[in-house]
């Protein structure tokens, strides 16, 4: 009878392991002897229908939180790199493919479903904001030649995706960073004269009392009607 259990998890593994066989065209011995973590990492890229496939895949393989957590932050961050690349050299403005099944344009909903796949968004993202190459502790930042546009979009982008994982995970340690790391950013923000990464940071984050100060900023340049033009846009 004590076997029992052990008899049942094993037919679980087996059975979940077929099944993602099946999900990403493998035969059953190549996803056996494939690395675990490489696995996962093609099935969260086949997109949202995956995901709860996924989760099973890493209960009954056991595999680390830290490690996904890492492994989230990187594929998001690899999105988020293609996609402003891919809308930097666009010459229709079509934008929207999708490579990977990851969409950096999720709402907060599916994208901290995506983050809760480690059962850990805080690491999550603790490692999107290691992506950002910022640290409130150094001022070795990148100097000012080396920040394009796609640049300034992606480290933004960094930002409002931590800062969810921060709030999701009731980070409040988290959450207070990535408000503090905006604060020393914002300055490049309008030198660079990127008016809609501070609509970004607005409306992603939705700390308006926090973040007043990037609120005064759109009415001093007079840029106050793109969060209007985003509002409506919304609606």
């Not at 999107?128 to 982008?157: H, I, K, M, N, R």
Request: glycine share 4%; hydrophobic share 40%.
């Amino acid at each position: 009878a004590g076997c029992c259990p052990s008899a049942q998890q094993y037919c679980r593994l087996l059975l979940i392991k077929w099944r993602v066989a099946q999900a990403l065209a493998l035969t059953y011995n190549q996803v056996m002897t494939k690395d675990s973590y490489e696995v996962l990492q093609h099935l969260i890229s086949k997109g949202k229908e995956t995901f709860r496939l996924a989760k099973s895949f890493i209960q009954v393989c056991h595999l680390d939180s830290s490690k996904i957590a890492t492994l989230l932050g990187d594929l998001f961050f690899k999105a988020i790199i293609d996609h402003f690349t891919r809308q930097s050299s666009s010459s229709d403005g079509n934008t929207n493919k999708i490579e990977n099944g990851i969409d950096c344009n999720w709402s907060t909903d599916d994208f901290t479903e995506y983050a809760d796949l480690s059962k850990d968004p805080y690491n999550v993202g603790q490692r999107l904001v290691e992506l950002t190459g910022l640290s409130l502790y150094s001022q070795q930042f990148p100097p000012p030649p080396a920040y394009s546009a796609t640049l300034l979009d992606t480290e933004v982008e960094l930002l409002v995706r931590a800062h969810q994982c921060f709030v999701f995970s009731c980070s409040v340690s988290g959450s207070t960073l990535v408000l503090n790391l905006i604060r020393t950013r914002v300055k490049e923000y309008v030198k660079a004269g990127e008016f809609k990464l501070l609509v970004r940071l607005l409306t992603g984050m939705q700390c308006y009392q926090e973040l007043q100060y990037l609120l005064d900023l759109l009415l001093k340049y007079d840029r106050f009607e793109l969060l209007l033009r985003k509002r409506l846009n919304n609606n």
